[in-house]
């Protein structure tokens, strides 16, 4: 079976997943368990968004067995997901940290607009009393 991915149950990815969710260092665990780092990850998104790790796969679904009682994984698999409100709560804090950022940032130009539109007045200022009859401009010197 050359160039076959291993398939792994659902109990067994979830013990892959213990060490992972207290904190052990992912790519050390991958090394140890001979998969690639990015499958755990891939695993314990699947357990936060769906709940689960059954592959969504096309086709006729097996038939599954009888329910048995909830193993000790489900309150990992419980623990590992993140409601929907969580989800919204989040985003909501994420986007009003950007306001607030873009918030400063505007506020920042426009300290930046009114610094060089005063600078821009004081050339225009300077050249303007150089124009002037009178005014502060020089004349060739007569020296002989």
Not at 98 to 119: C, N, T
């Amino acid at each position: 079976m050359v160039g076959r991915k291993p398939r792994f149950s659902k109990e067994e990815k979830l013990s892959m997943l213990v060490p992972m969710h207290n904190g052990e260092n992912v790519s050390r665990l991958a090394d140890e368990l001979g998969i690639h780092r990015q499958r755990l990850y891939a695993w314990r998104e699947q357990l936060r968004t769906c709940g689960n790790l059954t592959p969504a796969r096309q086709g006729r679904p097996k038939k599954q067995p009888p329910p048995e009682a909830p193993p000790d994984p489900q309150t990992l698999a419980a623990s590992f997901a993140v409601s929907a409100e969580q989800r919204r709560a989040d985003a909501l804090a994420k986007a009003r940290r950007r306001i607030v950022e873009l918030e400063r940032r505007i506020g920042q130009q426009q300290v930046e607009l009114d610094f060089f539109q005063e600078a821009l007045r004081h050339v225009r200022g300077g050249q303007q009393q150089k124009d002037a009859p009178g005014g502060a401009a020089s004349s060739k010197s007569s020296r002989k």
